[in-house]
């Protein structure tokens, strides 16, 4: 069952969205080296407590944090640990928020201190094909065409590996709804979009081969090969002539390029052009 949002429910997922891009922002002044992926999941529990929200992830089929912090070979719903995070991390970070019947659901992945180019250049075009998918989520598209248009860009135009077993979804009064959104696919194929559908687009972008399994904790998701993967997302509106995103990744930038532990020298002046892609 594939839900039409009213313009109110989509308020309200913007609300969760926009709670969930505060937290990652939260998050994104708080990373250094030195401090355990858990602080960071007890101070977002917090903030989200303390803003009248639940955290959407927590005690999801057992899961058991508020955040899905993966860091480098790790692809998505690592768990937050003792580990101590260090220079040269490249850490994925993957929130839930909900409160008045719906979810948000959004992604950011960070880099600490000094990271190889080739990973910042990940990282860039990991972020920039989000853009391109949400582009592609308007009326009478398929999600076949968002899909596409994420394979497109960081596969064959970069050659990175697309992650296959862990796609995109509907969200709403669910965390997870129909449809599935792939990040691979053909143009055309698939359900056919309507204004009013929500969908978190999601790509998870290997630098090396797609290929990836689950650690026997039997929630981390690894890269086979041991590469750096990363790992974007936006909850996205349907409409008419391109998606509109509901998270906004802008606080996020501004706390990352605050931070001068982080190294947010991937963007740059990249980050106007990544907007003209869903202002067009
Ligand atoms: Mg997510
Ligand atoms: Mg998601």
Redesign the pocket.
């Known amino acids: 069952m594939i839900y039409i949002r009213t313009r109110d429910e989509i308020e309200l997922i913007r609300k969760s969205a926009l709670m969930v891009s505060a937290t990652l922002t939260e998050v994104a002044k708080l990373l250094k080296p030195g401090i355990t992926t858990k602080s960071i999941d007890t101070m977002a529990e917090t903030f989200i407590r303390d803003n009248g929200g639940v955290p959407s992830f927590k005690g999801y089929h057992g899961f058991p944090a508020t955040l899905c912090i993966s860091v480098n070979n790790v692809v998505v719903h690592g768990f937050p640990s003792d580990y101590v995070l260090k220079d040269g991390d490249v850490v994925s970070v993957?929130c839930g928020f909900y409160k008045n019947g719906y979810h948000g659901?959004s992604?950011y992945t960070f880099a600490i201190g000094n990271v190889a180019p080739e990973v910042l250049q990940l990282l860039k075009v990991t972020k920039e094909s989000v853009y391109r998918g949400v582009a592609q989520a308007c009326e009478n598209n398929r999600v076949g065409d968002i899909s596409y248009a994420v394979e497109q860009f960081t596969h064959g135009e970069h050659g990175y590996g697309v992650v296959r077993e862990l796609v995109?979804?509907g969200?709403g009064r669910s965390l997870h709804e129909d449809p599935q959104v792939p990040n691979f696919g053909r143009r055309g194929d698939g359900k056919k979009l309507k204004e009013g559908m929500v969908l978190?687009i999601?790509p998870m972008i290997n630098l090396g081969t797609r290929d990836v399994e689950t650690l026997s904790d039997g929630w981390s998701v690894v890269t086979r090969d041991g590469k750096v993967s990363a790992h974007f997302?936006h909850t996205t509106a349907v409409r008419k002539r391109r998606g509109e995103p509901l998270s906004s990744f802008a606080p996020i930038e501004e706390a990352e390029r605050a931070n001068p532990e982080l190294n947010s020298s991937q963007y740059g002046e990249q980050i106007p052009m990544i907007k003209e892609l869903v202002i067009q």
């Open positions: 993957d659901d992604a995109g979804h969200v978190a999601e997302e």
